[in-house]
């Protein structure tokens, strides 16, 4: 039989890229056995012998020992060209790999670790991108049980040579194990959760100046554990014994607030098959004729049971990582706000409901206008704003959400929430993203008491920044949405046309 990488359909074409360095290991299989030529290589043998021996490795588990030795005779630049072949395939072939293959893959990953191959953090990132959110199937669960086993395992020589990579480690597990903690007590799902602690846990407690680098992300991760006895503990300390941490000037949480979270981040809870996907949708797709690809999205990456929470990641992806450029940005092609009202309408559980609107209004609640960026917060105020008056309903949840959050979110530092929030809208009105927030004021769709209490908001923000507001109107277009943005159920339970003068 054939030797082959991944499992593909009847009807399927190969994958150029398996195509490749098959073709590669056929064409040079005289010289992966030894005693091994070890010639001056020129740039393309170089690369193809790189190729043969990845996928020896990969499809030929009983010689991997042979194949590794040999690479290591060959090798002439730190082994950066092998490393970045290992990520190519991981990126872009994992979903359909052998099992035998994934398990092969993560042993070669510890072997380039071993040597400190060029490259080895952007390997390590591509496999903690695979790990999917809500995929509680036994693959994806051996997956993050063999990544945080790898991070445990070879703690000192990544806190020694790449020390953020542990940071990249610490958001993923973090975010996982509060889904982990949904999932029904079984021996795989327990174990895997005490290691997730174990890592979470020691890089909190040991270097917990190396997790500030993460900004004020970590403490949204960290406020769904707060079930959890150990993250229970790390939070009495943060609110109350800061020192406690060992971290010179780290007085109050409010420091991390104010610490905006790096993009990067970000794109560890999506896979690069949806993020490419994504990508498409919002640059590409016109206003108007978006449904089938929704519909496809949706089937592709939201037909598993469990999988809803991954929106809570694709929405904070879309806010903070997915800003497009003043040409793509225009008025027929479907926008960042329009997709989050679409992932907004899809969620069923409350509680990812709820993550959801955060994730969408967080950097509201801290927001400074010299470290933050506008394009963060844009998507929820077009979104409040473009469901007027057709889905009304959003428009009041995302209002009243807001004005509950700065309530209510940190209430021994309500101030610092709601100067941030006012922050946020006066930004948006200093910069055109909208021309005045008086049509969330006056609309009569809005219950008068969430009006009252957003009109005090507005009134902060004017004292802070001694700003008029001007008419109730706004640069994007306020033409209500195209029937299939949303649910027709949702629209269809309001009137069609409001007075919102």
Not at 32 to 58: C, D, M, R
Not at 221 to 250: C, M, S, T, Y
Not at 483 to 489: I, N
Request: hydrophobic content about 45%; proline content about 5%; aromatic content about 8%.
């Amino acid at each position: 039989m054939a030797l082959k990488l991944t499992e593909r359909g009847i009807h399927e074409a190969e994958n150029p890229i398996e195509v490749s360095f098959r073709e590669a290991f056929e064409l040079l299989k005289p010289q992966l056995n030894p005693p091994f030529t070890l010639k001056v290589l020129t740039q393309e043998e170089y690369s193809n012998l790189n190729k043969a021996i990845i996928f020896g490795i990969l499809s030929q588990p009983n010689l991997a020992e042979v194949h590794i030795k040999h690479l290591h005779a060959i090798i002439i630049d730190g082994y950066d060209f092998f490393t970045c072949m290992l990520v190519k395939i991981v990126d872009e072939l994992y979903a359909k790999l052998l099992d035998s293959v994934k398990i092969q893959l993560i042993w070669v990953t510890k072997e380039m670790l071993n040597v400190l191959a060029i490259g080895f953090d952007k390997l390590l990132v591509a496999l903690l991108r695979q790990i999917v959110g809500g995929d509680f199937s036994e693959g994806n669960l051996w997956l993050c049980l063999e990544m945080v086993a790898l991070f445990l395992a070879n703690w000192d020589c990544l806190l020694e040579e790449e020390p953020l990579i542990l940071n990249k480690g610490l958001y993923v597990f973090l975010r996982l194990l509060a889904d982990h903690y949904r999932v029904p007590s079984n021996p795989m799902v327990d174990g895997l959760k005490r290691m997730e602690v174990v890592y979470c846990v020691r890089l909190l407690r040991e270097q917990f100046l190396l997790c500030l680098k993460i900004g004020r992300d970590l403490i949204r991760l960290l406020q769904d554990l707060v079930h959890i006895p150990e993250f229970k503990a790390i939070w009495k300390d943060l609110l109350l014994n800061p020192r406690q941490f060992g971290v010179d000037g780290f007085r109050d949480i409010s420091q991390i607030y104010h610490t905006k979270t790096p993009s990067s981040y970000f794109l560890l809870r999506v896979t690069p098959e949806m993020e490419t996907k994504l990508r498409f949708l919002l640059t590409h797709v016109k206003l108007g004729s978006q449904k089938r690809y929704q519909v496809w999205f949706a089937k592709k990456f939201l037909g598993v049971p469990g999988s809803e929470v991954i929106l809570i990641d694709i929405v904070r992806f879309i806010c903070c990582s997915v800003h497009p450029s003043s040409e793509i940005m225009q008025p027929d092609i479907l926008p960042r706000w329009a997709v989050i009202g679409w992932l907004l309408t899809s969620c069923r559980k409350s509680y990812v409901e709820a993550n959801l609107k955060l994730a969408l209004f967080y950097d509201w609640l801290f927001y400074d206008e010299i470290t933050d960026n506008v394009m963060n917060i844009e998507p929820a105020i077009l979104l409040m704003l473009n469901s007027i008056p057709n889905y009304i309903e959003v428009t009041r949840t995302l209002l009243e959400f807001l004005l509950i959050v700065v309530d209510n979110y940190d209430i021994e530092r309500k101030e610092v929430v709601s100067k941030g929030v006012s922050t946020a809208l006066s930004t948006l009105v200093k910069r055109g993203i909208v021309s005045s927030l008086d049509v969330l004021t006056h609309c009569d769709m809005i219950s008068p008491v969430h009006r009252e209490m957003f009109g005090k908001l507005v009134l902060v923000m004017q004292g802070i920044h001694s700003k008029k507001l001007g008419s109730a109107s706004i640069i994007h277009d306020m033409s209500p949405p195209p029937s299939h943005l949303l649910p027709s159920s949702l629209g269809s339970q309001h009137p069609n046309r409001v007075n919102c003068n």
